[in-house]
């Protein structure tokens, strides 16, 4: 059910920053700062795949759930069925 809608998105950002993270840093032209552009480059990716996978993940199995009191949960129950 969830896995589903939850694979494309993984697949099409786990791309994305692979490429950023592995290929962009051999195109980056001959200089002095070569080094610091590539170093960037990879830790840009490696931070921002991290951070949206640790978001992700989050949302797809949270922690916990709502505070509901026993008075909600009954009117919910009740006026839903």
Known sequence: MV?????????????????????????????????????????TAVCCYLFWLIAILAQVNPLFGPQLKNETVWYLRYFWE
């Not at 809608?5 to 700062?33: D, Q, R, Y």
Request: charged residues 5%; positive net charge.
């Open 3 to 43: 896995y589903h809608s939850f694979a494309l998105p993984l697949i099409c950002f786990t791309t994305l920053w692979g490429l950023v993270g592995g290929v962009a840093p051999f195109f980056v032209p001959k200089g002095p700062n070569r080094g610091v552009i590539i170093t960037s480059l990879i830790l």
